[in-house]
């Protein structure tokens, strides 16, 4: 099988850790609009605190356990919230199964196939006939998978991002297994996953929250464009990191198949949820900031991973009087690539070449420049596969682009 997965340094080398004019604006706003009223508005309908209708008058879901009714219902009801945000849902049933995965696509605008999947699971525990509301397990995650399409909507991508809400996780994350599956046979090309599960639960008041990940594609690097997000970002997020990270959630499906994937998840090693997998697992008992930051978190590390198509600009409105029209081509990059901008007048100019993380490589320039085109040949046959920046200052204000270097 050939490699399907992009052994990037993390996509999110857009921004420069703690470089405040690198933030884009997008994510920024995107995740300035996640909103705990629209959160808990969604939770209230999955977990049974509130009717839904789907068409058949109001009803309650009860139960979202694969063998009750409540999961067929909680499937339709996803489907209806999918339609009114503007996206066109599907359904991949699984085969041989009743299992229904529920997914949305926002195509992306420059790489189609390129997919950046944030995802969690809306099946539930307990089973048999007593209430499963799982507000937390996974609750949490399939409502901010709703956030994420909510305030995504109106922004483009150069690379499509999946929105998946996986059936059958609480038997063995069979839904994920046969996406991942399909996609593997397939030959997709998956840049990311981000699984959201058990998202809201801080029972000690210490914040930590901690992703999973470990050395399978490029899982390190997806973690490290997360915890570069919670910086550059103002987040601020106590974050732990599991490394090897524990395979007991759907991101676990995409490491079989050779894809990079990382868990979003609360303290489950030491501060796990005492109502987890029983009817007490209610709205009532989940810490609702919490909650919002590490939405935050995924949704950001997915919009950054997706890449907007604007790329990079400055949050504060910072102007670049000097440099213009920056770009690399080819991009991505094989053996050979070009650096192109143009210079709006002399003056002194400092080009430098670094890795995802802000580490410089290489100096390519530093002297005085005339007006006008300039073009530079990149070392890229000395670089391994990965992502890279290309900085250009002048006059105290810096550009950059981003490249990737493929095999």
Not at 205 to 211: E, H, N
Not at 252 to 262: D, H, L, R
Not at 314 to 321: D, E, K, L, Q, S
Request: aromatic share 8%; net charge negative; proline share 5%.
């Amino acid at each position: 099988m050939r490699q399907h997965y992009l052994s990037f340094a993390g996509l999110a080398s857009l921004i420069f850790a703690n470089a405040i004019h690198a933030q884009d604006a997008s994510v920024v706003s995107a995740i300035s609009n996640v909103s705990i009223d629209s959160l808990v508005w969604h939770l209230e309908r999955l977990s049974g605190e509130e009717p839904v209708d789907v068409g058949n008058g109001p009803e309650t879901i009860l139960s979202r356990n694969k063998f009750n009714p409540g999961n067929a219902l909680a499937a339709d009801w996803l489907q209806q919230r999918m339609a009114a945000m503007g996206y066109t849902p599907t359904v991949q049933a699984f085969g041989g199964s009743t299992g229904e995965n529920v997914i949305a696509v926002k195509t992306g605008l420059v790489h189609p196939d390129r997919k950046v999947v944030i995802c969690g699971h809306y099946d539930a525990m307990p089973g048999g006939p007593v209430n499963a509301p799982a507000a937390d397990d996974d609750g949490s995650g399939t409502c901010s998978v709703l956030e994420a399409m909510r305030v995504l909507a109106p922004y483009s991508f150069e690379n499509t991002i999946v929105f998946a809400i996986w059936d059958e996780e609480e038997q063995g994350k069979v839904g994920s297994a046969y996406y991942a599956g399909v996609a593997a046979a397939n030959d997709d090309t998956i840049a990311a996953v981000i699984n959201m599960d058990a998202i809201s639960y801080d029972g000690d008041g210490d914040g930590l929250m901690r992703i999973h990940a470990r050395p399978t594609a490029n899982s390190l690097a997806i973690k490290d464009t997360a915890l570069m997000v919670n910086s550059t970002y103002g987040l601020n997020l106590n974050i732990a990191i599991n490394n090897p990270g524990a395979v007991y959630s759907d991101h676990a499906s995409f490491w079989t198949e050779g894809y990079g994937a990382i868990l979003v998840i609360e303290d489950f090693d030491n501060d796990g949820n005492p109502h987890y997998h029983t009817p007490t697992d209610l709205l009532q008992y989940m810490d609702l900031p919490y909650w919002q930051g590490l939405t935050r978190l995924s949704i950001a590390t997915t919009a950054v991973l997706a890449v907007p198509v604007n790329g990079p600009s400055t949050v504060a409105g910072t102007t670049f009087p000097k440099v213009a029209s920056l770009s690399v081509y080819p991009n991505p990059a094989g053996q050979e690539a070009k650096l192109w901008f143009e210079l709006r007048h002399a003056g002194r100019v400092r080009i430098t070449l670094s890795d995802a993380m802000g580490r410089t490589e290489n100096v390519i320039e530093d002297g005085l420049l005339t007006s006008g085109a300039h073009q530079y040949e990149l070392p890229t046959s000395m670089l391994s596969a990965g992502t890279y920046l290309v900085r250009v200052e002048a006059e105290g204000v810096s550009r950059t682009v981003r490249f990737v270097r493929t095999t």
